[in-house]
């Protein structure tokens, strides 16, 4: 994650007055980091991962930028069976980063998950260029795309993408 990404995750989480943040991709901590950052100081991130062992590098790295362990409750699994045991409009932001030919599927959950005016973020957008490149691409940019158009088009968002990093799909629940 780029320090661009990470100064952009810090200022959205802090613009909702984050208190419930649901990240789909915990990785090793970086995204986590930023987000409780910008979060209120009694605020909790959820972060879903299927590999333990990341999430577990993660609890380390949460530990040593010096949060207490009640900031950050780590699900093991796979996104799409974890996030639908979550709370109806129980978060304040979800942050996207894991399986690209799942965003869409995501995007429904995260719809479910959010206030109202809460914010949808998805990391990655730009898939390196190949989101605008004309030509055949993999399976993952043709679902990238349906999800930019799905933002853009959606009813119950308002949308904004954010030219930090490799692109941020960003959307304000209505």
Do not use: W
């Not at 409009?89 to 399986?99: E, K, R």
């Amino acid at each position: 994650m780029s320090p661009g990404t990470g100064a952009a995750l810090r200022l959205l989480a802090a613009t909702v007055d984050a208190k419930a943040v649901a990240e789909i991709g915990t990785g090793t901590g970086v995204s986590g980091i930023h987000l409780l950052h910008g979060m209120r100081p009694d605020g909790v991130l959820t972060t879903v991962d299927p590999e333990p062992d990341r999430q577990q590098f993660a609890r380390q790295a949460f530990r040593a930028a010096g949060f207490a362990s009640n900031r950050a409750r780590f699900i093991p699994g796979r996104a799409l069976d974890v996030l639908p045991r979550l709370a109806d409009a129980g978060y304040d932001l979800v942050f996207c980063d894991g399986d690209r030919l799942e965003c869409l599927d995501y995007l429904a959950e995260s719809l479910r998950l959010l206030r109202p005016g809460g914010l949808v973020v998805f990391e990655g957008v730009f898939a390196d260029g190949r989101t605008v490149e004309s030509g055949p691409q993999p399976a993952e940019v043709g679902r990238l795309r349906e999800l930019l158009r799905a933002v853009r088009e959606s009813q119950e968002l308002v949308p904004s993408l954010l030219p930090v990093g490799d692109g941020l799909l960003c959307g304000v629940k209505r």
